[in-house]
């Protein structure tokens, strides 16, 4: 693996297929083929929107069983309360996978702009409502069109011929931008603003999955959960209680199985 390169930006610029064994739910989709995770890659580069969390952790090695054998992963952070750990945890994953690159890069303008309790010192992060339909205050206003914009940057720079981004279909219930109407007009952006040659498709392979079917995926690669990290208000323990929290002890709780990450408290979110 190339040594971390770190990039710092003034101006604006980007922040978690089913095989034959997969989860028995409906097969995720894709931004151009949402049937399996049979199908062979154009190329074998890949960039990963690696927030240091579970859901990009699994993009990363569903990337690696789809046959993509070098991974560019990019890690931004933008001012997020948890970032020091965050970034510790996507350093770790680029080790596990044995990444081509590790991009690290510092944006600090999502923070300057606000308006999220994410960045935002004076708002509070909400306890969990796993029913809420509402945006809730975590949201970081267009955030991934911003991480997006730099990962394809990343890819057409190296050559890359696919970015995977691990949000899911509880994410876009409460985040505008992780709707798969918006990958889909991402993907066209994507086309216009390339060179001719330049061919990069966005793979969020999970967009129509829970994130019990994410964990449930994930364990069967073999995803070192024990280093990633979701929570949004503490580095560690985990405090078990805001709306990431909740979901990914669900997600384990679902299942059976023991979340591997330190928790202040791990309620029971089955009931």
Known sequence: MSDER????????GDDQSAADGPTTDAPQT???????????????????????????????EAVDRGYEALYL??????????????????????????????????GHLAQIGASSLTDEEMAVDDADLDSDEIPT???????????SMAVSYAEA???????????????????DCRPQFFDAFQQVID?????????????PFVEWSKT?????????????????????ESPPACGTCDACAFRLQAFQNLGERDPVEYAERPDYTE
């Not at 190329?43 to 929107?49: C, Q």
């Not at 975590?138 to 997006?148: C, E, K």
């Not at 060179?195 to 966005?202: A, Q």
């Open 6 to 13: 770190s990039a710092a930006a003034d101006a604006p610029s």
């Open 31 to 61: 931004t151009d083929d949402p049937d399996s995770a049979d199908d062979s890659p154009t190329a074998d580069s890949a960039v990963i929107l690696a927030s240091g969390g579970m859901d990009s952790a699994t993009a990363a090695y």
């Open 74 to 107: 990019l890690h931004t952070s933008y001012g997020q309360a948890t970032e020091e750990t965050e970034r510790a945890c996507a350093q770790a994953l680029a080790d596990h996978v044995d990444a081509a690159d590790f991009l690290h890069v510092e944006t």
């Open 138 to 148: 975590s949201y970081v206003p267009f955030r991934n069109a911003n991480l997006l």
């Open 158 to 176: 190296n050559d890359c011929s696919a970015i995977f981004i691990g949000a899911h279909s509880e994410d876009f219930s409460g985040y505008p």
């Open 192 to 204: 216009a603003g390339t060179k001719p040659e330049t061919e990069i498709e966005l793979v969020a």
């Open 213 to 233: 079917d994410i964990a449930e995926r994930g364990l069967e690669l073999g995803v070192p959960y024990e280093d990633t990290w979701s929570c949004y208000r």
